[in-house]
């Protein structure tokens, strides 16, 4: 009896990861349409990206209307230090390179 539900069970699994894939894939999809949409309308977009952690699709601008204009990048660093939550370092980076993003 034990066997049957080993073999049920890593099929179930199978299942979930199977689901687990086909979303990721279809999360990649909508993210790149996303992508292609904001490239059309805005002449600044640079790139998109799916973050599975997040479960957000990231699509970065070009800042061409003075978002960072007179900002010190180096007051958004988290403490100053290497350590910080990804927000803030992604905000620092963003800042640096003079670009901005939106999560869809």
Known sequence: MAGFYT???QSERVKIEQDKKEYIA?????????LERERKAFTNTKDG????????CRITYKAVQ????????????????LIGSSYFWRQYWNCKDNIFDKEY
């Open 7 to 9: 073999v049920q069970y």
């Open 26 to 34: 279809k999360r990649k999809k909508d993210c790149y349409d996303i």
């Open 49 to 56: 990206t799916y973050d599975e952690e997040a479960d957000v």
């Open 66 to 81: 003075g978002e960072w204009k007179d900002k010190d990048c180096e007051t958004l660093k988290p403490n100053g230090t």
